[in-house]
């Protein structure tokens, strides 16, 4: 079964760096998408970035410049940099993989999720 499986989280202090990794197996997909989400209570989960098969990138607007999505196919692992952290970075990171190259926003279109790693940024 496909597994996703997220680790590099922590604290941080502002303008402070982390490198979040995404552990995947067990899928056999040669189109896809993979993403990263975060959430915070009381709010909907948010696409951060994304990475097709294509090696096609996305950012949201609030991370763009900051953040950097990259996928080493040998080891299977998904990354995000995060560099330039803020205290509204601060949130639970999840990794997640749909099949097919198109990439959406909405979480409901991800087939499979890891079970998060919490990021927390302080002034």
């Known amino acids: 079964q496909v597994q996703l499986v997220e680790s590099g989280g922590g604290s941080v202090q502002v303008g402070g760096s982390l490198r979040l990794s995404c552990a995947a197996s067990g899928y056999t997909y040669s189109s896809y998408c993979m993403a990263w989400f975060r959430q915070t209570p009381g709010k909907e989960r948010e696409r951060v970035a994304r990475v097709d098969s294509t090696g096609s990138t996305q950012y949201a607007d609030s991370v763009k410049g900051r953040f950097t999505i990259s996928k080493d196919n040998a080891k299977n692992t998904l990354y995000l940099q995060m560099n330039a952290l803020k205290p509204e970075d601060t949130a639970m990171y999840y990794c997640?993989?749909?099949?097919?190259?198109?990439?959406?926003?909405?979480?409901?279109?991800?087939?499979?999720w890891g079970q998060g790693t919490q990021v927390t940024v302080s002034s």
């Open positions: 997640a993989l749909k099949n097919g190259v198109a990439c959406y926003v909405t979480p409901s279109y991800y087939n499979y």
